[in-house]
Every structure is written in structure tokens, then in C-alpha cells.
């Protein structure tokens, strides 16, 4: 079955002085990311599809080389709006965050509300998906935010941050092309992995 793979941006150097979507990876992030180039499913990819935020960029840049392959942007695939605040220190942008997933509909601190992110995102990969022939499949390279969301999505689940990724970002999960259409795919198929453990794709 032909598939997709949605990666989160793995560790970032956190630097309150510039934009969060201006951010790089860290040696630590890089690291990862080149752990993770022996993924097994890696080499099905016909296409690496990525956000066009700084740090979701040289992640797709590592991994569109290792294939010697183009790498793509698409609008919309950017991590949720907090431009209305800007870098929080860790403790308040983890109950800014927990809020942000348990009210959906509401304007959090004037971040882009949880429910249009999803729709966004969605949007996003459906619109990929559409310009993609059938039988090839499509690594997308993004952010844990907005991966929440579509994952919540796909499981046609309520929106929850229980079915975030686990700190430091760096993890994927896959699905069938034709899921986004199905929305029945249960939650434990798409758990997050981590990038540097090796694991064939379960979609």
C-alpha cells in the first residue's frame, strides 16, 4: 500500500532572540536526523515535501540529499501561529500548549486556534497528495504541533494534546494515501517513532 510519512523537525538550538520559526537544529537534532538515514522505509520515498520554517527546511535538506532527490515546499505546512507571543520560557509555553489542545475553538494567548490549524494542515497534505501520482509515496517533514492535529484527524479523534509527540520533536508516524479520506485509522497505528531507532513503516 502506498504511503506517507509525516517527521517532525528533531531538536532545535532555542534562541528567544530570534523568531521560533527562524530556528536551526542543534548538533544534537543533526544527530538524530543522521541516525536516521538508515530508516529502512527511507528508500520507498519518492518525494520529501516539507514546511518552509528554517528548521523543518534543513531537515528536508538532510534527507532530500540522502535520496538525490528535489526537495519541495508547500504553503500551509508551517507549525501553529504563535507570533501573538512570541518565545515563552519553558514552563509557560507548556501550559500555554496544554491549553491550546484542551479548548480548540478558543483564541489562546492569540494563537492560531488549534481547530484551524488542523484544518490548514489538512488541507496542506491533502493538496500534496492530489498533485502526486498513486502508487508513489511522500515523506512530509513538519512540526509536533500541527503533526498532532492531522493525527488526531486521521484517527477521526477529538483533539487532545495525550496524542502529542514526545519532547524534543524528531518522530513520525505513517499512513495509507488513502486515509485522509477514510478517517479510520486507529491511534496505536500511528504512534510516534522515533527518527534514529530503525523501524519499517506500518502503514
Avoid at 536516521?36 to 519518492?46: E, I, K
Avoid at 486556534?113 to 512530509?140: H, M, P, W, Y
Wanted: contains cysteine; negative net charge; proline residues 5%.
Amino acid at each position: 500500500m502506498t504511503f506517507c510519512i509525516y517527521l517532525t523537525h528533531p531538536n532545535v538550538d532555542i534562541d528567544p532572540a530570534r523568531p521560533v520559526s527562524q530556528w536551526n537544529l542543534s548538533d544534537k537534532g543533526r544527530a538524530r536526523l543522521e541516525q536516521g538515514l538508515s530508516q529502512p522505509w527511507l528508500t520507498q520515498v519518492d518525494h520529501v515535501v516539507c514546511s518552509s520554517e528554517k528548521k523543518a527546511l534543513e531537515t528536508g535538506q538532510v534527507l532530500a540529499g540522502h535520496l538525490g532527490m528535489e526537495l519541495t515546499t508547500a504553503p500551509n505546512l508551517q507549525e501553529n501561529n504563535r507570533d501573538a507571543t512570541g518565545y515563552l520560557p519553558k514552563e509557560e509555553f507548556e501550559q500555554v500548549a496544554d491549553e491550546f489542545f484542551a479548548r480548540p475553538a478558543v483564541n489562546i494567548r492569540g494563537w492560531e486556534r488549534a481547530l484551524d490549524a488542523q484544518n490548514r494542515i489538512v488541507k496542506a497534505i491533502t493538496s500534496v497528495l492530489k498533485d502526486t501520482v498513486d502508487n508513489e509515496s511522500v515523506l512530509f517533514v513538519g512540526h509536533g504541533g500541527v503533526g498532532t492535529l492531522l493525527k488526531c484527524h486521521l484517527a477521526n479523534t477529538a483533539i487532545a494534546r495525550a496524542h502529542d509527540q514526545p519532547n524534543g520533536g524528531g518522530y513520525w508516524f505513517s499512513f495509507p494515501k488513502t486515509a485522509l479520506q477514510t478517517l479510520s485509522l486507529p491511534l496505536e497505528k500511528l504512534a510516534w517513532q522515533p527518527i534514529e531507532v530503525r523501524q519499517t513503516q506500518k502503514a
